[in-house]
């Protein structure tokens, strides 16, 4: 069996989101079906001594492994096509904190690779941001000016992922006008440019704030994943929307994303993940507290029916949906494991994750591999079959 392609760029491209609104969306009721069990046996993949798994990548039925080692220089990359294949790409830092990195994404399309890693230091102990391009012969950091990720009114750096062929990087930077933006960043050559914000849907308002944790990639268009905070007389609301552009450039279009609000406890509810086919856009997140999923395509946007009831980890999110022989999976940190939810048609089944909180997640051939992080933030790499 094989892992479908998931594809942003055709949905994107051809306009199947135009349709969607950026005014708000009617409170559906949520509806919740039975589950079967989902049989799942994790395997620890071993990693050379003194790694810790950090994050996961694909390309086709390559597998890149972002890993933080014990001794300096502390990024590592590992490649291959099973456990037993993995190897080191040949990395080479150049500035003082790339020594110490910390991967935050690594993404790979067409045997190209770039990556962002950051590492705390200076006077205020911010992040220090490097960013790294290459391929699995070698993967190199390309030093950028200070101010083009740091200094005043810099936010974090959230993510990176293709349009097209054209890596994009996701944060945040101070607005113009009110809080911070979202930002995005563009790459010509070596250097990184951040584009404007402020003044379109990407820019907080003195009654909106907007607020991006995830990037996706598909074709030549993007899908960005977050929340917008309603400040109103009297009350604060936190909502799910996505925004989505036909490429690196924009234009930037908001989708709110409709959910029912819950009559007790948190109402707060955001969009952590997206996935896409060239038929829809599947959108992972929480509504007070519990896993939700919405289902974007066309002109419609609607929660997806018999959703698992299941309570996800404070502050943990929800990873992007993947697809094993026509099937989607979900990984959910939930307690103080995870639970892993499968959809085929209208059916749902769900089974326990690996021990330790997700923090990335492929589909590959009929597996789905896992990264986990412990209470002391190690991280471990787990594979299971899923069919």
Same mark, same amino acid.
């Given at each position: ?49 003194g790694l810790s798994a950090v994050t996961l ?7 890149l492994v972002g890993a933080f080692s014990s ?127 402020? #003044? *379109?849907?990407? &820019? ?5 704030? !907007? @607020?991006? +944790?995830?990037? %996706? ?32 450039d924009g234009p930037w279009t908001r989708v ?28 992972? #997140? *929480?509504?007070? &507290? ?5 289902? !974007? @395509?066309? +002109?419609?946007? %609607? ?68 990264? *986990? ?15």
């Amino acid at each position: 069996m094989k892992a479908r392609s998931l594809m942003l760029g055709v949905l994107v491209g051809s306009g199947l989101l135009v349709g969607a609104c950026s005014t708000d969306s009617p409170e559906p009721t949520r509806t919740t079906g039975p589950t079967s069990h989902l049989g799942l046996s994790w395997q620890r993949v071993a990693l050379p001594p003194g790694l810790s798994a950090v994050t996961l990548a694909s390309d086709d039925s390559t597998v890149l492994v972002g890993a933080f080692s014990s001794e300096r220089p502390h990024p590592r990359i590992l490649v291959g096509t099973s456990p037993t294949t993995l190897r080191d790409v040949p990395l080479t830092p150049r500035s003082p904190y790339a020594f110490e990195g910390r991967w935050s994404q690594i993404v790979a399309r067409d045997g190209h690779i770039d990556a962002i890693a950051g590492a705390r230091g200076g006077a205020h102990g911010n992040y220090r941001w490097t960013t790294w391009s290459g391929t699995t012969t070698g993967v190199a950091e390309q030093e950028q000016p200070f101010g083009v990720f740091g200094s005043y009114g810099a936010g974090d750096l959230a993510g990176m992922a293709y349009a097209g062929t054209s890596p994009v990087i996701l944060g945040a930077w101070q607005s113009d006008r009110t809080g911070l933006d979202i930002a995005t960043w563009n790459r010509t050559g070596p250097r990184w440019a951040r584009q404007t914000s402020t #003044g *379109t849907p990407l &820019g907080s308002t003195p009654s909106e704030l !907007v @607020g991006a +944790t995830a990037i %996706t990639s598909g074709g030549d268009g993007l899908v960005l994943s977050g929340s917008l905070t309603r400040l109103e007389p009297g009350s604060v609301t936190v909502s799910p929307a996505v925004w989505t552009s036909p490429d690196a450039d924009g234009p930037w279009t908001r989708v709110d994303l409709p959910h029912a609000v819950p009559s007790q406890g948190s109402t707060l509810a955001e969009a952590h993940a997206a996935t896409c086919t060239p038929h829809q856009c599947l959108v992972a #997140g *929480t509504v007070g &507290g519990r896993f939700s999923l919405w289902e !974007v @395509g066309g +002109t419609t946007t %609607t929660n997806a029916p018999g959703i698992p009831d299941i309570e996800v980890t404070e502050n943990a999110s929800v990873l992007p949906p993947v697809s094993v022989d026509g099937k989607d999976d979900f990984v959910v940190p939930s307690g103080k494991g995870s639970k892993v939810l499968q959809r085929s048609g209208e059916d749902w089944s769900v089974g326990d994750g690996p021990d330790g909180t997700p923090v990335s997640a492929i589909a590959h051939g009929d597996e789905v591999w896992v990264v *986990t992080t412990d209470a002391q933030g190690m991280g471990t790499l787990w594979r299971s079959r899923v069919a």
